[in-house]
C-alpha cells in the first residue's frame, strides 16, 4: 500500500469527520434557539443522514468512513447524554439486537486462528 | 455486498463498544459492580496479560494488518463480554429483580458460557462468550442470595445439574 496515498486518504477522512460532526453540531443548536426542532433529536437525525451517505458512497473508503464514525459519535452522544430518559425495555432491545449483530460479525467476518497469515487489501 | 460489510464493520464495532461503555454506567451503582470498581480493572488487567503472554508465547511478529485484526478481535471480544451481563441486568429491572429474571440470567448465563467452551475456531466469541458468561452467573448469584431460601436452592440446583452436564461432556473420553 503506497503510504503517501493512505495518508492523504486517512486525512481527508478525518476532515470530513471533523466538519460532519460540527455540522450537525451548529445546526442542532441553530434548530434548538429558533424552536425548530428539539436539539437531540436535530443531532440522530443528522447520524442517520451521514450513516446513510456513508453507506451509498462506500466505495470510496475515506469518505465512507469519516460520515460512518461521525454518524457513531453523533448517535452514542446522543444516547450517552439521555440514557436514563429511554425506558428500560427498550434498552433491553436495543442491547439484544447489538449482540446478535455482534455474534455475526464475530461468526462470520472475524478470521479464525488458521486464516491470520492472509493479506491486507490493497485498495483501502 | 462483502465491501459494504467491510466498510461498516469497523465503525459497528466502535459503536458496540462506546454503548456498552455508556450503559455499563447506565446500569452499575456502588458495590463490587460499580462502574469504576476494582473488578473490572482486575478483569482487564487479567485478560490485557493473558492476552499480551499469548502474543509473546506464538513467537511470530504481526504485521500492521494483522495487529489491526487481533485490536478488532479483542473490541469484538471486551463488547459481548460486557453487553451480556448488561442485558441481563435489563432482564432484572423489565421483571423487578423477580424469580423469572433469575432464572432466565441463570439459562442464559450458563447457555453461553457452555456454548464459549465447546465451540471450536471462533476466538472472539468463545471468549467473549466465557468471560460474559462468568459475569452474568457471578451477578445473578449475587441477587439470588437476597431473594430467600427458595431462591437460593434453585441456583445451586441449576449450578450442580450445569456443572455435571458440561463436566460429563467435556470429559466423556475419559471416563471410560
Known sequence: MN??????????GSIIFLFSGALAYFAASYSEKNGWLDYWITLV?????????????????????????????????????????VQVIYKAILVAFILVALYFVAWYKIPEESSTGSAPPDNI | MELLLAIILWPFVVFAVGLALILLF???GPGIFGA????????????????GRKNKLSGKPQTAYEQLETTRQFAIIASIALLLPIFVRYLFKVFDSGLPAAILGLMLGFGVAAWGMFIKGHKAVTYGNIIGGAIIILYVYAQLWNMGDVARIIAAAFGLGAAVVVSVIKLKDKLS
Open chain 2, 26 to 28: 447506565d446500569v452499575s
Open chain 1, 45 to 85: 437525525l443528522f447520524a442517520a443522514l451521514f450513516m446513510t451517505v456513508g453507506i451509498l458512497v462506500s466505495r470510496i473508503f475515506s469518505i465512507s468512513l469519516g460520515f460512518l464514525f461521525s454518524a457513531d459519535v453523533l448517535f452514542l452522544y446522543a444516547l450517552g447524554a439521555n440514557v436514563e430518559t
Open chain 1, 3 to 12: 503510504t503517501k496515498n493512505a495518508a492523504v486518504k486517512i486525512v481527508f
Open chain 2, 36 to 51: 469504576f470498581s476494582a473488578f473490572w480493572w482486575v478483569l482487564l488487567l487479567v485478560v490485557l496479560v493473558v492476552m
